[in-house]
């Protein structure tokens, strides 16, 4: 049974850089056969796609986000990790981590817990 | 590619919910559909147009025809109430796309 957490800084400038990661438990990212997948959520707004990582490697980003984001895998400490760069106050909200945790369907059946970045000086 | 929901919906206790989520062609297209509550990620209901995950209610169903998917909540409870969001991972353009999503009220 996947876990997924979240863990960076809550509180970030702007034009500055976000990194967060999503430590694993309860499985292996290393030659899993399914996608992992950073979402975020602005305050009283809806979910968007920020990037998936394949198993493939591969990355597939938001189009509108794409110049500024980057996902990457650390398959040695069981993790993935997400920056965006050039930070506005629209980058303020929850990011989650998720995943299928199946190789046969897009579903995000499993989900971190969500963690809240503020964008302010 | 664009999912289109209808941003609210209100139900009586008892009722059956059908929530709506449009699309080109969705039928191509397998659909997910997600609950959240207030201070909560996200939670899977539906996979793959009509699969119900572990642990979800025999209430929650879905289905998916022409350009609109439908989550239909029968015998809808209190605990119902939350966002839905539907979603769609769109092969064509590798890309990974929700619903503006479905504020249901019971």
């Known amino acids: 049974h996947l876990q997924l957490q979240e863990s960076g800084p809550g509180l970030v400038k702007p034009s500055e850089t976000l990194s967060l990661t999503c430590t694993v438990s309860?499985?292996?990212?290393?030659?899993?056969?399914?996608?992992w997948a950073w979402i975020r959520q602005s305050p009283g707004k809806g979910l968007e796609n920020i990037g998936n990582i394949f198993d493939t490697g591969s990355v597939h980003y938001n189009p509108s986000l794409e110049t500024r984001v980057a996902i990457s895998v650390d398959t040695s400490a069981n993790r993935f990790s997400l920056e965006v760069t050039s930070l506005t106050a629209a980058d303020t909200g929850f990011y989650y981590c998720?995943?299928?945790?199946?190789?046969?369907?897009?579903?995000?059946?499993?989900w971190g817990q969500g963690i809240f970045v503020t964008v302010s000086s | 590619y664009v999912l289109t929901q209808p941003p609210s919906m209100s139900v009586a206790p008892g009722d059956t919910a059908r929530l709506t989520c449009g699309g080109e062609r969705i039928e191509t297209k397998t659909v997910n559909w997600y609950q959240q509550k207030p201070g909560q990620a996200p939670l899977l209901v539906i996979c793959?147009?009509?699969d119900r995950p572990s642990g979800i209610p025999e209430r929650f169903s879905g289905s998916n025809s022409g350009n609109t998917a439908t989550l239909t909540i029968s015998g809808v409870e209190g605990g119902d109430e939350a966002d839905y969001y539907c979603h769609v991972y769109d092969g064509d353009s590798d890309r990974t796309v929700f619903g503006g999503g479905t504020k249901l009220t019971v």
């Open positions: 309860g499985g292996s990212i290393d030659n899993s056969p399914f996608s």
């Open positions: 998720a995943t299928p945790g199946r190789d046969d369907s897009f579903g995000f059946q499993y």
């Open positions: 793959d147009d009509s």
